[in-house]
């Protein structure tokens, strides 16, 4: 099993700012990393898929970056709607979660 | 608009075995390009991949969970179903049906909440 670990596991951060989401594998992975986002009550939404590319509809301000066995989510400028639970997953074995990074309001 | 729904009973007792369907609206469970899958998540927990299955009935399981776990397929009926037998409490979650392109979710059911109580 390929795990996944993310970090931070809180991140508290000001509408406007910069955030930088940190995902981990125990393996490579090569590029094959997604990133989703979950806000309360609803189903997780895939923001970046394969490392890097933003699925359909997704702000230009979420981007993806890494390979190998590190991966960053940034949000450049952050709205009030970004904040939510961000999850990686891989797909380089039978599919893994991390345990999720809450970006939070400062 | 694709559309997924999970349906099926929100409550459970202990050593029995959990069924839900999944209705997808909007596109083909028979296309080629995807599979479909189911996606659990305890209550306050992250996320964990069940099971997939193609339109043929070609199936993958979680490797934790493949001894209790069936994935089949209705494509009469636009639907897919999951049965998970010999349920604890351990197996209280939300529980989501998805698309699969090349092992990447997405699109996802709203979640249904199954509870493993007496």
């Known amino acids: 099993e390929i795990v996944l670990t993310q970090s931070p596991a809180t991140l508290s951060l000001s509408p406007g700012e910069r955030a930088t989401l940190s995902c981990r594998a125990s393996q490579s992975v090569s590029s094959y990393l997604a990133w989703y986002q979950q806000k309360p009550g609803q189903a997780p939404r895939l923001l970046i898929y394969?490392?890097?590319n933003r699925a359909t509809g997704i702000p230009a301000r979420f981007s993806g970056s890494g390979s190998g066995t590190d991966f960053t989510l940034t949000i450049s400028s952050l709205e009030p709607e970004d904040f939510a639970v961000y999850y990686c997953?891989?797909?380089?074995?039978?599919?893994?979660f991390g345990q999720g990074t809450k970006l939070e309001i400062k | 608009q694709l559309q997924l729904q999970e349906s099926g009973p929100g409550l459970v007792k202990p050593s029995e075995t959990l069924s839900l369907t999944c209705t997808v609206s909007g596109g083909s469970i028979s296309s080629s390009s995807y599979y479909w899958g189911w996606i659990r998540q305890p209550p306050g927990k992250g996320l964990e991949w069940i099971g997939s299955?193609?339109?043929?009935?070609?199936?993958y399981y979680n490797p934790s969970l493949k001894s209790r776990v069936t994935i089949s397929v209705d494509t009469s009926k636009n639907q897919f179903s999951l049965k998970l037998s010999s349920v604890t409490a351990a197996d209280t979650a939300v529980y989501y049906c998805a698309r699969l392109v090349a092992t990447i979710f997405d699109y996802w059911g709203q979640g249904t909440l199954v509870t493993v109580s007496s």
């Open positions: 394969d490392a890097s």
């Open positions: 299955i193609y339109y043929s009935g070609s199936t």
């Open positions: 997953q891989q797909r380089s074995n039978w599919p893994t």
